[in-house]
């Protein structure tokens, strides 16, 4: 529709239909209010899974004791590169009947202002907690569900450790990786991610908003 102003100059009021946008963008959300390009929701899918897949290997590393390395030298002092794995199952959470420790040495070694909030709680609610935690936002950031709880719980979590080794080894403000995994994390909840390449959209439909 095209009105004339007194003017005599002519304003369009023609809308865009709500659902309308470019074949090239994707709606994140049933409601169409986070629309991004194609290529943005294609690498927001796989930044996702591979954070997921990080903090996976994270629980089974420290569960169950698998160790791994990407070289090995023999007496020979030869350097053979690969993957190279090991098994322990005293160095194990899980395997060890929770008598090995995951989170003892950086507990001992926190020495920023939020270190008291892991020094000050018993070993094992340390361990409980740290385990819980990257073995959810495995699960969680790998599927796509849990997404909102994920987001902030993985937020918090890496700025808690990023400051409870304040001031870093390698910047004199950054720890460049869990300032990285905190804001990815967080922005990953808010693109809702989970619902590219994912099960977000069954898991929001399934479930109560409490898990979303």
Not at 133 to 153: D, N, P, Q, R
Request: hydrophobic share 45%; charged share 10%.
């Amino acid at each position: 529709m095209v009105l004339r102003e007194p003017g005599g100059s002519h304003v369009d009021t023609t809308t865009v239909p709500h659902d309308h946008r470019p074949s090239h963008s994707v709606a994140m959300d049933d409601r169409g209010r986070v629309t991004i390009p194609k290529a943005g929701a294609n690498v927001a899918a796989v930044l996702r899974i591979l954070l997921g897949l990080v903090y996976l290997w994270a629980f089974l590393a420290q569960g169950f004791g698998i160790g791994y390395t990407n070289s090995e030298t023999d007496a020979n002092g030869n350097v053979e590169y690969g993957w190279h794995f090991d098994h322990d199952a005293d160095n194990g959470w899980i395997t060890s009947g929770f008598e090995h420790s995951p989170t003892a040495g950086y507990v001992d070694n926190a020495h920023g202002p939020t270190a008291f909030i892991v020094q000050e709680l018993p070993t094992g609610v340390d361990d409980f907690g740290w385990m819980f935690a990257i073995g959810g936002l495995g699960i969680a950031l790998s599927f796509g569900i849990f997404m909102g709880i994920a987001g902030w719980g993985g937020f918090l979590l890496n700025i808690l450790i990023w400051f409870a080794g304040f001031p870093p080894t390698t910047n004199p403000l950054i720890d460049g990786q869990h300032m990285a995994f905190a804001f990815a994390i967080l922005l990953l909840m808010y693109l809702q991610a989970g619902n590219r390449w994912g099960l977000g959209r069954w898991w929001r439909a399934h479930t109560p908003a409490l898990f979303h």
